[in-house]
């Protein structure tokens, strides 16, 4: 199993420009997250999926948009990239456990984005 | 979600055990305590987690004290490559919940030879 990856590993955007970031798992996980993590920060959660078609807003969802048209992928856009948008972008898994059960995430190895 | 509190950094000798605490004093009764640890900007690694009994797996112990307000999590022998910025988080589980991890700012650790 591949786990989690992430596409591209890096990119240098300029201001207005746009982008798509791929996360895909191959563990059949229904939750996927994205996460932003600045310098000497801890991780920062953008938007979540619980589960194929759905989408959810996290703590940070301004000027990004994600969709979950498949199961094992979870994309996240920027339609007009930002200065204040440069960060290191992670993406997790997990597998739904239902009722009072646990979990836990898998992170992929993360996108460095710079935006001038 | 409940907050938590980790000491910004720690240094261990390498063969010793590292101790990393963490305080999270308003946890409610349905919340847990994970740890994860992130190497050197990879992305983060789970390591363990518990409710209200003491866990122990290949990778570490967590100790999580009878009123649940604080825990530690001990790596019993350090080695080089556990040096990491390690993260407490407490968080809700359950049928509506969606595992949503509220990250700090965490601890890191730093082993020496």
């Known amino acids: 199993n591949a786990g989690v990856t992430q596409t591209p590993k890096f990119r240098v955007l300029k201001t207005g420009q746009s982008m798509t970031l791929l996360c895909a798992q191959d563990?059949?996980?229904?939750?996927m997250y994205w996460y932003r993590q600045d310098p000497g920060m801890g991780l920062r959660l953008i938007h979540y999926?619980?589960?194929?078609?759905?989408?959810a807003k996290g703590e940070v969802p301004d000027g990004y948009n994600v969709s979950r048209l498949k199961k094992q992928n979870f994309l996240l856009g920027l339609e007009s990239a930002a200065p204040s948008q440069t960060s290191v972008y992670f993406c997790a898994s997990s597998y739904r456990l239902g009722g009072s059960g646990t979990d836990t995430q898998y992170f992929g190895p993360g996108t460095r984005l710079t935006v001038l | 979600d409940a907050k938590t509190t980790q000491p910004p950094s720690m240094d261990c000798a390498e063969g010793r055990a590292a101790n990393l605490p963490c305080n999270h004093s308003?946890?409610?009764?349905?919340?847990?305590v994970y740890w994860y640890r992130q190497i050197h900007s990879q992305g983060p690694q789970y390591i363990i987690h518990g409710l209200k009994n003491n866990e122990t797996n290949e990778m570490a112990s967590l100790i999580i004290t009878e009123d649940r307000k604080s825990s530690t999590l001990i790596l019993p022998h350090a080695t080089l490559r556990d040096t990491a910025v390690y993260y407490c988080i407490v968080t809700l589980y359950g049928s509506s919940n969606t595992g949503k991890l509220i990250f700090g700012q965490g601890t890191t650790l730093q082993v020496k030879p």
């Open positions: 999926s619980v589960g194929e078609g759905t989408t």
């Open positions: 308003t946890i409610s009764g349905n919340e847990y």
């Open positions: 563990m059949n996980h229904e939750y």
